[in-house]
């Protein structure tokens, strides 16, 4: 216990009379964690607001002409089993052309000139899927066209594969830019603390003639990236708490049409950015302190 606080001690005091080279590395830790979390809440957002996109995604199967009522309820009970599919919407024919006369507006006259409704009926499909993987709505597509009675089916592949793209994109990058962050904050931490080391070499060789072990010599230091870190963390934090309240705040009174599109962050990121500081300046601090002979 004593060495604990002997170590805490010399840590602060440490820490104090270094400054200004610890503020520049809190600073870049800060920036760092700044940017990876910015970063995940973007794609967070990005990917919320696709799923709600993909909310409205359907499968659309085309019946034959020469259905009856009868083969057409038999083709609802078939689909209605299907596990993956949420809710289905009969429309005719008839509500067919007429969704069609609203789309056009006013140019629906022209559809005046027809002779008959060439419009088919059709079953709109919902799946279960937030975002669909396009191989598995390709699949069921290829599923549902060879029951009896449909003439087609159109899913949207082209849409659907782009929003599939952009998610696991952004995914990619996530994993790729927290991993050069993660090394980035453990070489800036593992250069402080080796500088810091060598300035205080003196000091550790009367340590060492007093017969002082490995462990009392590192632990100041190992405290020290780990306050380091958590400092830098909390900065981060603070930082995008600020920003935070100025999106879903005051910018919203601005342009109310943002709301619900900016996702709140969760209480729980605040806690785990300073964490996520500690643990890699701690890591940092660990292979500073193990690679120095002394």
């Not at 520049?24 to 990917?47: E, H």
């Not at 919320?48 to 020469?66: A, C, H, P, Q």
């Not at 592949?157 to 090394?183: C, P, R």
């Amino acid at each position: 216990m004593r060495t604990f606080i002997y170590s805490l001690q010399t840590a602060f005091k440490n820490l104090w009379q270094e400054k200004w080279i610890n503020l520049l590395t809190l600073l870049s830790i800060s920036v760092s964690l700044l940017l990876l979390s910015a970063y995940l809440i973007v794609t967070l957002n990005i990917d919320s607001i696709l799923k709600k996109w993909s909310r409205g995604f359907g499968i659309v199967v085309y019946l034959n002409e020469d259905l009856s009522d009868a083969e057409i309820e038999t083709l609802r009970g078939i689909l209605q089993d299907d596990p993956d599919i949420l809710k289905i919407r009969y429309v005719s024919k008839e509500e067919a052309l007429k969704e069609l006369e609203e789309t056009l507006g006013q140019d629906a006259p022209i559809l005046a000139q027809l002779n008959e409704n060439p419009l088919p009926a059709s079953f709109e499909l919902r799946l279960k899927e937030d975002i669909p993987d396009p191989s598995f709505v390709e699949k069921k597509a290829s599923e549902i066209r060879q029951i009896p009675g449909v003439e087609d089916v159109e899913y949207g592949e082209k849409w659907l594969s782009s929003l599939n793209t952009i998610s696991q994109g952004m995914k990619v990058i996530a994993i790729f830019l927290g991993s050069a962050i993660f090394v980035a904050i453990i070489f800036i931490t593992y250069s402080t603390i080796k500088i810091l080391f060598y300035r205080r070499i003196d000091e550790v060789e009367t340590l060492k003639l007093l017969g002082a072990t490995r462990t009392f010599i590192r632990l100041p230091y190992l405290i020290e990236g780990l306050f380091i870190g958590l400092s830098g963390g909390i900065v981060s934090s603070l930082i995008l708490f600020g920003i935070e309240y100025f999106f879903t705040v005051k910018l919203i009174e601005f342009i109310p049409s943002i709301r619900g599109i900016i996702m709140d962050i969760p209480l729980r990121a605040y806690t785990l950015i300073p964490a996520t500081g500690a643990v890699m300046s701690f890591i940092g601090s660990i292979f500073a302190t193990g690679r120095i002979r002394y």
